[in-house]
């Protein structure tokens, strides 16, 4: 089973910038997408961010042009640096397979961004 520790989440005025990271277990990483995911107080948890083992990158409007989702496969890490942040942002923030989730979630991270 694969598991999955999301870090450096925190609070954040509006228009600073966080990078977060996702720790994953499992030789499944090499070859798996990955996502972020978030899920806002109330709201439903949905996708942010997706890349590929070929590299390529899929975005959320709302993200579009302000985050950037990278990996490291010698450290089996997939990283979200997120720029411009804005209040909306503020939500709790997952990691997982991309585009279909398959494994059980980590704890996320929790981003807050301040007026």
């Known amino acids: 089973q694969v598991q999955l520790v999301e870090s450096g989440g925190g609070l954040v005025q509006a228009g600073g910038s966080l990078t977060l990271s996702c720790a994953a277990s499992?030789?499944?990483?090499?070859?798996?997408?990955m996502g972020w995911y978030r899920q806002a107080p109330g709201k439903q948890r949905e996708l942010v961010a997706g890349i590929f083992s070929s590299g390529n990158k899929n975005y959320a409007d709302p993200v579009k042009g302000r985050f950037t989702i990278s990996r490291d496969y010698a450290k089996n890490t997939v990283y979200l640096q997120m720029n411009s942040l804005k209040p909306d942002d503020t939500a709790i923030y997952y990691c997982?397979?991309?585009?279909?989730?398959?494994?059980?979630w980590g704890q996320g991270t929790q981003v807050t961004v301040s007026s």
């Open positions: 997982n397979a991309y585009p279909v989730t398959r494994w059980n």
């Open positions: 499992g030789s499944v990483f090499s070859g798996a997408a």
